[in-house]
């Protein structure tokens, strides 16, 4: 027995329904005790993004359609370095299943192949005892299972697959003593068992599991893009035309986009390894699908007559697909603009100072705000250079950013900034002089000579680093990791100034949060200048920002 494409959209809806459902347990899982991008939400959010494509699915989708509609939607969708790993799993699972109607055994265990090397080669230095090691064991065991049993049905090897993952779950304390430490699993690997299960309740033919909300409907997600609403001034085209290309060997992107630029206006074209996204206004969208079949198979094909929509429909705009980044509109590249920056940030103080230093669009996120790739993508759309180089500025951020390299229509650089410091400083060190390869290297290396002190509150009981930490008490983070824990404030600011200077240190700032008040900013300020050293420069900051009580940077 196989699995057919409604099965499979269902299975995935379920997923996704399974993981919203139990988000919060597996938020609890996170062993870091600061107030986070936290696993279980983020990997809630990136299904999500899976579910809402796949509603719009008919029954009689393909199942390597339906995978590919899966992949693509959870790539721009993905969220926090859970999510992303989450999206090449499944992006290697859909290139697995390319062509097929059904799915058997054999392919599933293919295709689960293909996807733990994608995620496997996409991490720098993969850690064993996460999200990694369920999906690489549960897909070994679906291999063995193959090779022992060549008739097993798919469902039931879909079974062996979810009890396997169970199992290594149970062992990832083994793997990561911080884990044992804590006395919990994996978050990540508990999140992906989820979603595996989620899928398995559909495979097995139980149903898709209900959702904690009201479930939503095929119908709502239809206006993708508000044409009337996205539209300013002069209506130069009637239809607002989309459609995916799922791309096969003729595929051309670049050919593709200048022809529709030839017929229309307000073209985005975006690609990566399957598939081609296109939206655009024109007078010929007969024409323009044509040429797009050229390609490869469409799919997703929407055409709105912008001339017939109400004039109401401008004000539902920010409801709709095309405006769900209401401050980024696209931008076509500007031919004497050579560089232009994205970063992420919260607060207005913070975003201010970004702005001042020469970013373009700064994405509203950090700890516990990670923004999806599509929100990345859409500000660099709205960069007009040649090449953007994008500060994530949250080790939480920098996987989802890098996803945006090959789904972008101009030249993107991701510097791995970890902290608001770090990106500030890279900010500081670019040279319209140099090229984009010399201002990257010298802008890394700015960022790598900042030391970050963060300090927040405990979201939650934890032993971290050997630190048994209580729920509210404060946090002193020193480059990111737990230095020490306080009653005060105030107190915690100055140990940590304290600790973060050394001989050779010049400069140090303070970037005040948004829940200090500003006469307690005042006493904190005084305190530390009182016991300077005569050669630090001290510079005070309202940043505003959410979580972090203080920022300080150190150079």
Not at 320 to 327: F, L, M, Q, S
Not at 479 to 484: C, E, P, S
Request: proline letters at 3%.
């Amino acid at each position: 027995m196989g699995i057919n494409g409604s099965m499979l959209r269902d299975g995935f809806v379920s997923a996704a329904n399974n993981i919203t459902n139990q988000r919060k347990a597996v938020d609890a899982l996170n062993v870091f005790p600061i107030p986070d991008g936290d696993t279980g939400t983020n990997m809630s959010m990136t299904m999500n993004a899976a579910r809402r494509e796949l509603l719009l699915l008919n029954d009689d989708t393909p199942a390597g359609e339906v995978a590919q509609a899966a992949a693509s939607a959870l790539l721009r969708g993905a969220r926090g370095n859970s999510g992303v790993i989450l999206s090449l799993l499944f992006r290697g699972f859909a290139k697995g299943l390319q062509h097929k109607r059904t799915v058997e055994a054999a392919d599933l265990c293919r295709s689960l192949e293909t996807g733990v090397e994608m995620a496997y080669k996409a991490v720098m230095k993969p850690t064993e005892g996460t999200i990694l090691t369920v999906a690489r064991e549960s897909m070994a065991a679906a291999k063995e299972t193959v090779e022992r049993t060549p008739g097993i049905a798919a469902p039931a090897l879909w079974d062996v697959v979810c009890r396997e993952a169970a199992r290594s779950l149970e062992r990832t304390p083994d793997m990561l003593p911080v884990l044992k430490r804590a006395g919990v699993v994996d978050a990540g690997g508990r999140g992906l068992l989820l979603i595996y299960q989620g899928l398995a309740h559909v495979f097995r033919g139980v149903g898709v599991i209900s959702g904690d909300r009201q479930p939503v409907q095929a119908e709502d997600h239809h206006q993708e893009h508000n044409a009337a609403g996205e539209s300013e001034g002069e209506i130069n085209f009637t239809y607002c035309t989309e459609f995916i290309v799922v791309k096969d060997k003729r595929a051309n992107a670049l050919s593709l986009r200048a022809y529709l630029e030839s017929i229309g206006d307000c073209v985005v074209c975006v690609e990566d390894d399957d598939i081609i996204k296109c939206h655009f206004h024109t007078d010929n969208p007969g024409d323009a699908l044509q040429k797009g079949l050229e390609s490869g198979a469409l799919i997703s094909i929407k055409v709105d007559n912008m001339r017939e929509q109400h004039s109401a429909q401008k004000r539902a705009a920010t409801t709709a697909k095309g405006a769900d980044h209401p401050e980024f509109s696209y931008r076509e590249v500007d031919g004497t603009q050579e560089f232009g920056f994205v970063a992420v940030a919260a607060g207005d103080g913070v975003k201010g100072l970004f702005g001042e230093l020469g970013v373009d669009n700064v994405v509203n996120g950090g700890q516990s705000m990670n923004p999806s790739t599509e929100d990345i993508l859409a500000a660099i759309h709205a960069t007009p250079a040649k090449n953007v180089i994008v500060l994530p500025n949250n080790k939480n951020i920098i996987m989802a950013a890098e996803q945006t390299i090959k789904l972008a229509d101009r030249g993107v650089y991701v510097l791995p900034t970890k902290t608001i410091p770090q990106g500030l400083s890279a900010m500081l060190a670019f040279d319209a002089g140099l090229d984009v390869e010399e201002n990257r290297m010298a802008m890394i290396r700015a960022s790598e000579r900042v030391s970050t002190g963060q300090v927040t509150f405990a979201a939650r009981d934890s032993s971290f680093d050997g630190h048994k930490i209580h729920k509210g008490e404060i946090l002193a983070l020193e480059n990111g990791k737990v230095a020490f824990v306080e009653k005060e404030i105030g107190r915690a600011v100055y140990r940590l100034a304290k600790s973060l200077l050394k001989k050779d240190s010049a400069f140090l700032t303070l970037i005040v949060g948004e829940d200090v008040a500003e006469d307690d900013a005042m006493d904190v300020e005084e305190m530390i200048r009182a016991k300077l050293p005569s050669q630090v420069e001290m510079t005070v900051i309202r940043g505003d920002q959410p979580v972090y009580y203080y920022i300080l940077s150190v150079e």
